[in-house]
């Protein structure tokens, strides 16, 4: 079980959304509201990127870059087994949080949208970019871990051959 990397997984994404919504009666300085909120998005986005996906459902993604200078996208999937000492309940936690959070800032693009805000536009399109970023990473790890392992059993029960 991991509760610190359940509660940070929530924390910053919690975070940034309500500062989002009550910095206003906060702080009259537009700077200094859009860097703690580009803040805490980027501390979300690095944590769930680096912490929360390996501990709470056994996924990595990252982007590596070989010898000739071409960058390759790398997506992980843990086996099952490597990953029992997470519960179902944090696995839940992690894709709710990592698919209601966009959905959140989305809403609040249209809205900064049609209420003609427009200084907070820029800072509305970071948080969908860097939510939806984590999103994709980690849909692609699990139907890429899930199609690995079907190549794996395919081949298996096609050849007879036992990988090694």
Known sequence: RHPLATFFHLFFRVSAIITYLFCDWFSNSFVACFV????LLSFDFWSVKNVTGRLL????????IDEDGKSHW????????????STEA??????????ICPVIWTVFFF??????????????IAGISLQTAN???YIHCKLGGQ????R???????TGDVPK
């Not at 703690?36 to 803040?39: A, E, G, K, S, V």
């Not at 790398?74 to 000492?85: D, L, Q």
């Not at 809205?111 to 509305?124: C, E, I, P, R, Y």
């Open 74 to 85: 790398v997506f992980e999937a843990k086996r099952v087994s490597t990953i029992a000492a």
């Open 57 to 64: 459902v056994g996924l990595r993604w990252w982007n590596q």
């Open 36 to 39: 703690t909120i580009l803040l």
């Open 111 to 124: 809205s900064t949208l049609f209420s003609l805000k427009l200084k907070w536009l820029a800072l509305v």
């Open 147 to 150: 199609k690995s392992i079907s």
């Open 90 to 99: 944090e696995a839940r936690i992690f894709w709710l949080g990592l698919i």
């Open 135 to 137: 999103l994709y990473g």
């Open 152 to 158: 794996i059993t395919s081949r298996f029960f096609v």
